[in-house]
Structures are given as structure tokens and as C-alpha cells.
């Protein structure tokens, strides 16, 4: 399956609105939230800092894959992976 046969499965809306909370807050931080589809039932978080980005905000890569998660729990996705800034 291609990245655009499986973007085509995931229900964007419903991925958007799940993870909405989580955007808004890392983007009070400095940070862009997106995903990508990485299969018809998972997506990959990435988040990327901003130029004035608060590094001491993140919290941990096992925290923040856990939150996204969790975040999804209502969807019938789950998170494949998190990707943050500098490999953290």
C-alpha cells in the first residue's frame, strides 16, 4: 500500500480533532504539531520546533507517545511513532 492509498483510509477530520487540544498546546510552547499516515490504522506525530520554541517544555518522548495515545483513544488510530525536534 502506498503513503497515498493509506492517507486516503485515514479519516483526516477525525485524526485533526483528537490531536486539536495537543496543537494548541505546543503551539503555546513554540511547536507545530502534524501527522502522517504510517498505516490504514496508525499515524506518525512529528512535532517541530519553532524559532523561539521553549526547549524545557517537551516533555519526554515516552510521555509525549503515551499523550498522543491516549489523544487517540476515541479514533480508531493509534500513534505508529513521535518524532521530536533534535532526535529528543
Excluded at 8 to 22: C, H, P, R, S
Excluded at 33 to 59: F, M, Y
Aim: proline residues 6%; negative net charge; glycine residues 4%.
Amino acid at each position: 500500500m502506498t503513503e497515498q492509498t493509506v492517507a486516503t483510509t485515514i479519516d483526516t477530520a477525525a485524526v485533526d480533532a483528537a490531536l486539536q487540544q495537543f496543537r494548541e498546546v505546543l503551539a503555546s510552547d513554540g511547536y507545530l504539531l502534524r501527522w502522517t499516515a504510517a498505516a490504514a490504522d496508525q499515524v506518525v506525530v512529528h512535532v517541530e520546533a519553532g524559532p523561539d520554541a521553549c526547549a524545557e517544555c517537551l516533555v519526554p518522548l515516552p510521555v509525549m507517545q503515551a499523550i498522543m495515545n491516549d489523544a487517540l483513544e476515541s479514533t480508531p488510530y493509534s500513534v505508529d511513532h513521535v518524532v521530536l525536534p533534535n532526535g529528543k
